[in-house]
């Protein structure tokens, strides 16, 4: 990246480079018999690239000669590759805030110059050299996921990247709330896999676990019988119970963002987490799904807000179509008013009703939701289908 020093390395080098070249300064194949006894060295004895430091000399015959301000860009571009970038701290990590030195000795690091990548224009790619892009899987109003394949394993995995280029920090910064939350939560059996990141060409690539499907893709739409719509909603509950325990809120629960893999519910994409104690920023997800209390930026139970999000996910697919984004039926479901559904029993309307009720501490926690007796059937089932 221009005008972004690379880091010191934290040792000397006292190598010698030597490379034949012609006399009109092209190299050559040192083995050619044709070559002439031309020989340039750089000397990398100390550990700058500044170009008053970096000596060039040029042997023909018995005359020699020093060339000054030459730095090969290869040697350049490898430095700042082969360099971390400073330890970013991590605000999800319930730790993070009684530590300001890393193991390695490193502070936090500051808000500028944060990530220094020389991808791209040199085509040095992580993304197209570690993997196989197939399709595209999904999109969102930030970011494309792609299906690919890791050469390396033979694996596919899902890779999410930014649109757009993130050209200031600040923008990387609220980029990377994503992955810091994934890191910090861990795996979970109903929580999208996580495994690994890395900016290119000032984009942000996140590569994670690959499902089967959406809820809310096409192909999978379909009318919920009861009893799968409570699995779903005991194994998303699960998922939010584990994210609640750590401090963080979700924030953007709904049909797009829950995923199936071998009939397995898995929610997924973070990239409007926050944390519970209100102490990074909070951006509401969307609107068909968001409670009153936080349309009108009332922030004080953000975990109740995933269970108002799960409960109106959970009508919506019992319902068998979209939720409105105006309207009555828009001021109903903030009203916690739910007409009646044929052919479902009166506990799980019930249960809808009170995870959609217009007063937050009304609402059922994750953890009151995973206990909850409608759930015995489901466990009971399970218990049974498992036993050999």
């Not at 409670?291 to 108002?308: A, G, R, S, T, W």
């Not at 179509?321 to 008013?337: A, H, I, M, V």
Request: glycine share 6%; aromatic share 10%; hydrophobic share 35%.
């Amino acid at each position: 990246m221009e005008n972004i020093p690379c880091p010191k390395s934290p040792e000397k080098l006292n190598t010698v480079k030597s490379k034949k070249l012609r006399q009109d300064g092209f190299l050559v194949n040192p083995l050619d018999p044709t070559s002439y006894d031309y020989q340039d060295t750089v000397d990398l004895a100390k550990d700058s690239f500044s170009t008053d430091e970096v000596q060039l000399t040029k042997t023909i015959g018995y005359t020699t000669q020093k060339t000054h301000n030459y730095v090969p860009q290869s040697a350049v571009a490898l430095r700042c590759r082969v360099m971390p970038p400073p330890c970013i701290k991590n605000p999800y990590q319930k730790d993070a805030s009684e530590m300001d030195i890393d193991r390695f000795g490193n502070q936090w690091a500051k808000c500028a110059g944060l990530f220094p990548v020389i991808t791209g224009g040199d085509g040095l790619s992580r993304y197209y050299t570690d993997f196989h892009e197939i399709e595209q899987i999904g999109a969102g109003n930030f970011s494309h996921v792609f299906k690919v394949l890791k050469r390396i394993d033979g694996c596919f995995y899902a890779v999410k990247h930014s649109k757009r280029q993130l050209h200031h920090d600040a923008e990387r910064r609220k980029a990377l709330l994503e992955v810091q939350a994934l890191a910090a939560l861990g795996s979970h059996e109903n929580i999208v896999g996580y495994y690994s990141s890395w900016f290119e060409n000032e984009q942000l690539y996140i590569q994670m676990e690959l499902c089967d499907h959406s809820l809310s893709d096409k192909k999978a739409s379909q009318f919920f019988a009861e009893g799968e719509v409570l699995k779903a909603l005991h194994q998303i509950a699960q998922a939010l119970q584990f994210i609640h325990e750590k401090g963080i809120a979700h924030l953007d629960v709904k049909p797009d963002n829950i995923y199936v893999k071998n009939g397995v519910y898995k929610l997924g994409d973070f990239g409007r987490a926050t944390l519970l104690n209100k102490s990074l920023p909070i951006e509401e997800g969307d609107a068909r799904y968001m409670p009153q209390e936080i349309l009108n930026e009332d922030y004080d139970h953000l975990d109740k807000v995933d269970i108002f999000s799960l409960g109106a996910t959970m009508y919506e697919l019992i319902k068998g179509s979209p939720l409105s984004e105006s309207g009555p039926q828009f001021l109903n479901l903030r009203d916690g008013k739910l007409p009646l559904l044929p052919g479902h029993s009166l506990q799980f309307q019930n249960l809808l009703k009170v995870m959609v009720d217009p007063d937050p501490v009304q609402r059922p926690s994750a953890k009151e939701l995973v206990e909850n007796p409608i759930f015995d059937k489901i466990q009971k089932h399970r218990k049974t289908y498992m036993k050999p």
